[in-house]
């Protein structure tokens, strides 16, 4: 069984070349359920800073094709893009990185756990994952669970959204008893509009009319009909936008139409919310998913702390994925075991019990299972293999293999 990765994010390509692989919930469903026909198991990681295609297959497989061919049936003109594959325990040992953070424009941000977390939920819904994929994804969301509660540092922000909200004070901005607008009522939105009032910002916060009665606003902020957004960003210093909308929630010409400009225009989405024309405009200071990088040489021993952490989780996957390989190999070692029984002499003073035989093929089946699932972290078929050859020569059996 081959497992495959391939993906994007910010650390190679720009936020115009991800735009394309920003799919839809119902362009995810597609590829899934598409990519289903061919492959053992299929998820897709999906979120601003990245698009991760994770394959499990018999054959080995260009995922990069396939995310590239998607990205085409909406973007037929997109060039040639940046992508990275790894195969293996590289693969692995990548998504159980990306859980803890280590590969998030902010070091350790608390929301990709829940990203990894639904992205194998979608496939487990839509019956597109297998056992390799299940189990490589789980191990992934424990061990970002693990690094959130064991690793902190109340000087890395724990969110883009604080990120954001951080980069702009270092620029010399006060956000004390100013009036921000967050469009979006999403996680990013309420993430955002939480760090805004932490700072004594008066925030609004926009609802569209058909998510009313089933929406959450922060306690403290202000909603508003995401219809009339344009006339509280007339009377706002600060706009964050973060919704999933495949159009603009504010275009050049409407900013261009109004009196009073925010001062700052912050984008958190992908694709764009905000036109990127609205940068032109000499008032108003725009700022995008690409300017919230963090420097990971200032984070060196969280970094190591967090590397750690993968590696363990890794190596608990890869102990998972060599004990099911090993496992047709342990099959047939309880064949031989239980053949050297039944013909050895020690046997006879029982084989006059009723059952005899079909009593020591259970206790011997049994005792193998107890002390290998004892010893699984450290069993490998070839292990295994080479114990079979050695009893099978040993005691004169046929020699038994197993393909895999």
Known sequence: MYLQMAGLDYHIASMEQREPFSFSKEQQETILKTLKDSVQGVVLLNTCNRTELYLSSDVPCQPSQWLLQFAKETHPSMESVPFYEKSGIAAARH???????????????????????????????????????????????????????????????VSLAEKAIQTIEQQGFSLSNKIGLVIGNGNMGQLAAQQLMKRGCTVYITLRAHHNSSSIVPFGAIPVPYEKRMQYVAQSDLV??????????????????????????????????????????????????????????????????LQTIAEKYTADFQAWQQYRAAIPHIAVLKELVVANLLRS???????????????????AERTIDLIMGNMREWITPEQVEHCCQKIASHSRLPQKGVTV
């Open 240 to 305: 964050i936008s973060a919704t999933r909308s495949p159009h603009y929630t504010i275009a050049a010409e409407q900013l261009q139409s109004i009196d009073k400009k925010p001062s700052y225009l912050v984008d958190l989405a992908l694709p764009r919310d905000i036109e990127l024309t609205c940068k032109e405009i000499s008032s108003v200071h725009y700022l995008d998913l690409d300017d919230f990088s963090d420097a990971a040489e200032q984070h060196q021993n969280m970094q190591a702390a």
């Open 345 to 363: 002499t020690t046997m006879d003073a029982v084989r006059t019990q009723p059952d005899a035989d079909k009593v020591i093929q259970v206790a």
């Open 95 to 157: 998504i159980i990185e990306v859980a803890c953070g280590l590969h998030s424009q902010v070091l350790h941000e608390e929301q990709i756990v829940t990203q990894v977390q639904q992205a194998v939920g979608q496939a487990r819904q839509l019956q597109t994952t297998d056992a390799i994929l299940d189990t490589l994804f789980r191990t992934a969301v424990s061990a970002g669970k693990y690094a959130l509660t064991h690793i902190s540092d109340t000087e890395i922000p």
